[in-house]
């Protein structure tokens, strides 16, 4: 399991004072960013010279409770399974100050060439990354 | 049903070239905005004088195709389901270029207080565009 | 003078509740790519098949009055200036219930190699249009 | 002088694969918001127990060298000048690889009742904060 920690920001919220929905995904992006931090490189070089990327294919969000303005909340990504050329990862956003689970999202990825836009075998440092995962 | 159209904006894609997987939430909501636009004030009156909101409890979203900046899509949305505070939406995003499913979403949401943040009973209009959907 | 017009949208506002004030510059970029509708392929072809950017190295903005979620507004864009390699627009953002400018900026590009990053002449095209303005 | 640092996001970069400029307007209010950490509860308390905000009326920006995705940077604010009921922050973005200067911004803010939306007299600890700065 690999953790971010941080408080929602002043345009995280939307016109009725809660985060958008639409920020949960991005709040996991971030996880997964982190969790790869691993890789020689990061993600960044995943992405931008290797090339490969790991779209989504489907994410299934759960919404508990809201996050407003400033509240401090974590992201624990863990993965939950790993195929061939794609693996699921489970996010929980906790809303730190009563420790409320505010959001929980499985997210299934596909390893991408991100030229040709085909699916490839995931690349061996990423499935190591994964299985630890 | 209900249809709205527009391109990708420019800084609707992200470090891969493509579409952000966040922004088709967004997307989502564009189009239950314009699916209230029928009731008085549209979806604005409805959040900032009625105090009323439609927060997601869930969000369950398949990628399928990619959208690229510039792309021209459209976004469909019918409803699935309407229960006593809840209704299902279903949408469809279509690439118009070549008319292929790029994304689909079930997105259910809870007719909702905004101050108390409580659940309440689904306002009658609400109901009705609803029902019509 | 190019026009567009919309409304402000649900995840445009901040914690204040007003539309946050890195989102006029975006508003101002939707208006200089419509202000572009008029080339081949438009502002996305001159990106992605020319690769030619017109990246800011100049933002100058007044803020008088605010905008809030479902403000409808319109974004005025003129071109105050033509250089060999660079351009100044302005922009009106006007809130449409009490016709008050809610915002103007000046806003100076630099035609620019998207692969070499480097500026470049004005194409024709883009010279012409901005002539036009 | 107050100095935040992180990384380009994936999702902060536009179509011609460069930092949006937009987004350097959301990097310069993430160093506010640290600035006012000394205040009692930071500056979300001050927004959303206060009801005390600080809208921009004027924000003047200068665009040197591009971020891509995953670049580090810094953003340094420091207090240009302070009035009665308005304030001056000037920023530099530093891209953190070569210590170039990718932006720098001015940004007159003005102390503002948000529920009357009324310039108000500077409160005692932001005033001492922007001394301080």
Redesign the interface.
């Given at each position: 399991m690999v953790v971010i920690r941080r408080?929602v920001?002043?345009?995280e919220?939307?016109?009725?004072?809660?985060v958008?929905?639409?920020?949960?995904?991005?709040f996991a992006?971030?996880a997964m960013?982190a969790f790869f931090d691993g890789l020689e490189g990061?993600?960044?070089?995943l992405?931008?010279r290797r090339r490969v990327?790991l779209?989504?294919?489907?994410?299934?969000?759960?919404?508990?409770a809201?996050l407003?303005?400033?509240d401090a909340f974590r992201v624990e990504i863990r993965v939950a399974r790993v195929g061939g050329r794609s693996a699921v990862f489970h996010y929980r956003v906790v809303r730190e100050v009563d420790e409320v689970l505010a959001a929980e999202m499985h997210h299934t990825v596909v390893t991408t060439d991100?030229d040709a836009?085909r699916s490839i075998e995931m690349p061996a440092d990423v499935r190591a990354a994964l299985e630890r995962g």
């Open positions: 408080q920001r002043f345009d919220v939307d016109a009725a004072g809660l958008f929905f639409a920020r949960y995904a991005a992006h971030e960013e990061g993600y960044v070089a992405i931008t990327g779209p989504a294919v489907k994410l299934e969000s759960q919404f508990h809201p407003r303005y400033g991100l836009l």
